[in-house]
């Protein structure tokens, strides 16, 4: 087997805010296909290093490469890279004034150009995909979390990315809407979406990812595959921090 094309390169990556260091000298690989986990506390850095790799915050030095591409803030339209890599944040930042469908529709429309009715076609089968096919005329108002959730995924994959990220996307859901978003999440993994995931649900990383990285102070500390990292951390700090979860 031909060994997979590199999706995300990280080398040496520092960001400060002010004199707060978040993260320290990260080196950081995903492969196409591969689904990857970040655990760690909070404040450990998990979610500025996903928004360094969608450009919502501007690295301090080090480099990313998204694709085989090094970006340049400076040069670069940031817009064209978030493109292929599309983000779903914790809270689902849907418009309120708009449908469910044309909520999905507006990025592919506005930013991409598409026709209106290419768009609609292809909102209406991700909808389906997430589960909401039913609800596409209905207002972000009448949704529960997690069907706001699957509708801001829905959103994010109507871009077409190559890249999926997630920062904690169950996190602000009542406890009984956690398996529906993860459920679609195990679907578009098992479909073969590059996916980085930060996420506190451990049963989540131990099914689906290929490779959980934990991350302590802003550096990591130890990767690996779930079962390996799991069952036999290596590193004290990761022993530590999954026997306080666990």
């Known amino acids: 087997m031909s060994e997979a094309r590199e999706m995300i390169r990280v080398e040496k990556l520092n960001k400060s805010f002010g004199d707060l260091h978040v993260l320290k000298d990260i080196d950081f690989t995903v492969k196409e296909s591969e689904v990857v986990v970040l655990i760690g506390a909070s404040g450990s850095g998990k979610s500025t290093l996903l928004r360094c790799l969608n450009y919502l915050e501007l690295k301090n030095d080090g480099k990313i490469i998204i694709e085989g ?7 670069d339209d940031l817009n064209k890279v978030r493109q292929k890599v599309g983000m779903v944040f914790q809270h689902f930042n849907l418009f309120p004034h708009k449908t469910v469908l044309e909520n999905v529709i507006e990025a592919p429309t506005q930013v991409k150009k598409i026709k209106k009715s290419q768009a609609i076609e292809e909102a209406k089968s991700l909808l389906n995909k997430v589960g909401l096919a039913d609800k596409a005329d209905d207002y972000p108002s009448r949704l529960s979390g997690g069907q706001k959730q699957r509708v801001a995924i829905a959103r ?14 169950t996190s602000a859901l009542d406890p009984e809407l956690v398996g529906e978003v993860l459920a679609t999440m195990k679907e578009l993994a098992k479909e073969g979406m590059t996916m980085v995931v930060v996420t506190h649900e451990m049963g989540f990383a131990r099914e689906v990812a290929d490779k959980v990285v934990y991350m302590h102070d802003g550096r990591i500390v130890e990767e690996g595959e779930p079962n390996q990292l799991f069952d036999h951390p290596q590193e004290q700090r990761t022993q530590e921090f999954l026997s306080s979860i666990l």
Do not use: G, V
């Open 69 to 75: 591409k090094e970006t340049d803030p400076k040069r």
């Open 156 to 169: 994010a994959l109507a871009m077409k990315p190559d890249i999926m990220l997630f920062d904690e996307p």
